[in-house]
């Protein structure tokens, strides 16, 4: 009876429900922190739980965001692994570009078994552009004018060689049968810088996010050949159809998730887990989801976690693949 009150008293509570075990007591001082500097992805993927969670009532005390650049989250992965390795408020903004970057050993000496992955609450999807005026009016056009002279097609992306981007874009070339690596590839700023130069002119195709790209597809601007999802995305993009519908596998969700510590307790992890699943069935979260241009894509706990390995497999052979 005194072990039970103590740990009462304590605030570490334990209930079982069926083989989950999850803490009662909620993080008393709740951080997520972002791999790099304010007003990215990583701040967008702090925010939307900080946000929502305290709204939801999920939590009482305020979410702290905190930044740690470098390496494009490869800093951030290994301090928590060094030094915050056990610590139960912490949760660390992820995204699929972590799992490229860890699959071409862009972490460092770690890999994706060195922390908890904790749960992806949303994803943008990769998609290809042309100009409003390029005469490719379906992926297959554009694939079959690929294969016949793939070095008159200059392919602009928001990220060097090997990014999400770069990645992108080779699986048009692969689509094409040509070597990714001798793909035409044009490494820009961002996706604004993708969009001036496809309107310019510059080059033929854009490898970019459904949400960025979006808007300027119902203006007219641009035109978005395909999604790279397994079903049509909602709203502005219902139009658009998938490459998977076009007759091709190529499929890239850019999710939003979180990881913890290895050595975070399990009554730790799966209160997390516990709050992102009731977090996800809320308006409030509902309302941060479409006001930060992600679209619905819940993965949590275990799922989550054999998720992220099996993405770093598939990425590990697309570099192969595209000779990186």
Same mark, same amino acid.
């Given at each position: 009876?005194?072990?039970?009150?103590?740990?009462?008293?304590?605030?570490?509570?334990?209930?079982?429900?069926?083989?989950?075990?999850? #803490?009662?007591?909620?993080?008393?001082?709740?951080?997520?922190?972002?791999?790099?500097?304010? &007003?990215?992805?990583?701040?967008?993927?702090?925010?939307?739980?900080?946000?929502?969670?305290?709204?939801?009532?999920?939590?009482?005390?305020?979410? #702290?965001?905190?930044?740690?650049?470098?390496?494009?989250?490869?800093?951030?992965?290994?301090?928590?692994?060094?030094?915050?390795?056990?610590?139960?408020?912490?949760?660390?903004?992820?995204?699929?570009?972590?799992?490229?970057?860890?699959?071409?050993?862009?972490?460092?000496?770690?890999?994706?078994?060195?922390?908890?992955?904790?749960?992806?609450?949303?994803?943008?999807?990769?998609?290809?552009?042309?100009?409003?005026?390029?005469?490719?009016?379906?992926?297959?056009?554009?694939?079959?004018?690929?294969?016949?002279?793939?070095?008159?097609?200059?392919?602009?992306?928001?990220?060097?060689?090997?990014?999400?981007?770069?990645?992108?874009?080779?699986?048009?070339?692969?689509?094409?049968?040509?070597?990714?690596?001798?793909?035409?590839?044009?490494?820009?700023?961002?996706?604004?810088?993708?969009?001036? #130069?496809?309107?310019?002119?510059?080059?033929?195709?854009?490898?970019?996010?459904?949400?960025?790209?979006?808007?300027?597809?119902?203006?007219?601007?641009?035109?978005?050949?395909?999604?790279?999802?397994?079903?049509?995305?909602? &709203?502005?993009?219902?139009?658009?159809?998938?490459?998977?519908?076009?007759?091709?596998?190529?499929?890239?969700?850019?999710?939003?998730?979180?990881?913890?510590?290895?050595?975070?307790?399990?009554?730790?992890?799966?209160?997390?887990?516990?709050?992102?699943?009731?977090?996800?069935?809320?308006?409030?979260?509902?309302?941060?989801?479409?006001?930060?241009?992600?679209?619905?894509?819940?993965?949590?706990? #275990?799922?989550?976690?054999?998720?992220?390995?099996?993405?770093?497999?598939?990425?590990?052979?697309?570099?192969?693949?595209?000779?990186?």
């Amino acid at each position: 009876m005194k072990r039970i009150l103590l740990t009462f008293l304590a605030g570490t509570v334990v209930a079982s429900f069926g083989n989950l075990s999850v #803490a009662v007591a909620e993080p008393t001082k709740p951080e997520c922190l972002a791999g790099a500097k304010p &007003g990215g992805g990583f701040d967008l993927t702090c925010r939307l739980v900080a946000n929502s969670l305290l709204a939801s009532k999920e939590i009482s005390t305020p979410m #702290a965001v905190t930044y740690m650049e470098g390496g494009v989250g490869a800093v951030a992965y290994n301090h928590v692994i060094g030094k915050r390795g056990k610590d139960g408020n912490l949760i660390t903004a992820a995204s699929s570009g972590s799992a490229l970057l860890i699959a071409q050993g862009k972490f460092g000496k770690y890999d994706e078994t060195a922390v908890r992955w904790l749960g992806a609450l949303g994803a943008d999807y990769g998609v290809l552009v042309v100009s409003s005026d390029s005469p490719y009016k379906t992926l297959g056009e554009l694939v079959e004018a690929y294969k016949a002279d793939p070095n008159s097609f200059a392919i602009a992306g928001g990220g060097a060689v090997g990014s999400q981007d770069w990645m992108k874009g080779s699986l048009l070339a692969k689509a094409a049968n040509q070597e990714p690596k001798k793909m035409r590839y044009v490494a820009l700023e961002g996706g604004g810088a993708v969009l001036t #130069a496809l309107e310019g002119g510059h080059v033929k195709v854009g490898a970019g996010d459904a949400a960025e790209m979006a808007k300027h597809h119902v203006a007219g601007k641009v035109r978005i050949l395909a999604v790279m999802s397994d079903k049509r995305l909602p &709203g502005e993009l219902a139009d658009v159809p998938t490459a998977k519908e076009q007759g091709y596998e190529i499929d890239w969700p850019v999710w939003r998730g979180y990881y913890v510590g290895k050595d975070v307790s399990d009554a730790d992890y799966n209160w997390w887990v516990a709050a992102f699943e009731k977090l996800t069935k809320t308006p409030e979260f509902a309302k941060e989801r479409e006001t930060r241009g992600l679209f619905e894509f819940t993965k949590l706990g #275990a799922d989550f976690d054999a998720y992220v390995k099996e993405d770093v497999v598939r990425f590990k052979a697309l570099a192969k693949d595209a000779g990186m």
